[in-house]
């Protein structure tokens, strides 16, 4: 069992930026890939970026060149660095673990983007 505790979302202005990070309740270094998504109200939850046990990364392209995902193996903390936000980034971000053949999610955070 793996918990995920997100925290950093809030309301910003375009062009602004924010940090995400998601705790876990175990060594990171387990785990096969982390990352993070992003729902938005009436649309489908989306992969924003990945970071794996090695440390590459995969980026979704709307957020390519702005978002940057990285990881603290001593805190088991990963970040999600966000510059340049626009608001169609408004969505709810959600952190996800994949460990032994599980996904397993965190409540979320809510990053809300205004004009």
């Known amino acids: 069992q793996v918990q995920l505790v997100e925290s950093g979302g809030g309301l910003v202005q375009a062009g602004e930026s924010l940090r995400l990070s998601c705790t876990a309740s175990?060594?990171?270094?387990?785990?096969?890939?982390m990352g993070w998504y992003r729902q938005a109200p009436g649309n489908q939850r989306e992969l924003v970026a990945t970071?794996?046990?090695?440390?590459?990364?995969n980026y979704a392209d709307s957020v390519k060149g702005r978002f940057i995902l990285s990881r603290d193996n001593a805190k088991n903390t990963v970040y999600l660095q966000m510059n340049s936000l626009k608001p169609d980034d408004t969505a709810v971000y959600y952190c996800?673990?994949?460990?032994?053949?599980?996904?397993?999610w965190g409540k979320g955070t809510p990053v809300t983007v205004s004009s």
């Open positions: 996800a673990a994949d460990l032994r053949s599980l996904r397993y």
């Open positions: 970071i794996t046990s090695t440390g590459s990364t």
């Open positions: 175990v060594r990171i270094f387990s785990i096969n890939v």
